[in-house]
């Protein structure tokens, strides 16, 4: 599975590329608005800053809402580096650009899926990416691991090439979850991957061997 980072945050994502195991980042509107990063000048050297940081995708959202003002500013993303993702909204105008970007082989990530019937349409629009939102629904007391469950049922009865990307992920039990049952890519903050590090028995294991080792060269 691969591992994605979902912020807009530099130093997060230092610190998980120098991990060596991130694949990609995620970001949308309103982590660009965490970090204070506003007007679209300095939002797409963000994003270019973003891709100087790692080797994988980059997903970059767009804000229009109609077909023609996502072709636009999505080529305008797609043009700023090599490693950038059109992010789309699930809707009809997102469903029709997300096949006018494929036909032309500009990788897609189709945001904002809560159903199986959504995941069904982006893969037939040719989405390199579909984004379930596992916490989102978690939220609203419906289980987002079933949904990834369904989608991934409906994905390998056709052969889809589109990849499941769980979104939305929240703590370490989502991102293992999300393994077991095959989803391709999980996108959440740095927390959800530094924390698969921990576990109580580890801690204890190396504070004794530290302390046999101490003990053994007084």
Known sequence: MKFFIDTANLKDIAEAQALGILDGVTTNPSLMAKEGITG???????????????DGDVSAEVNALDFDGMVKEGEELADLHEQIVVKLPMTKEGIKACKYFSDRGIKTNVTLI???????????????????????????????????????QIYDNYSFETQILAA??????????????????MTGPLSSITGLLKHPLTDLGIAQFVADFEKGNK
């Open 168 to 185: 939305s992920v929240r703590h370490t039990m989502h991102v293992v979850n999300c393994a077991k049952i095959g989803a391709d890519v």
């Open 114 to 152: 809560f159903s199986a019937g959504q995941a069904l349409l982006a893969a037939k629009a040719g989405a390199t990416y579909c984004s379930p939102f596992l916490g989102r629904l978690d939220d609203v007391s419906t289980d987002g691991l079933n949904l990834i469950d369904e989608i991934r």
């Open 40 to 54: 679209k000048n300095n939002i797409l050297k963000h994003y270019v800053d973003i891709c100087n940081l790692v």
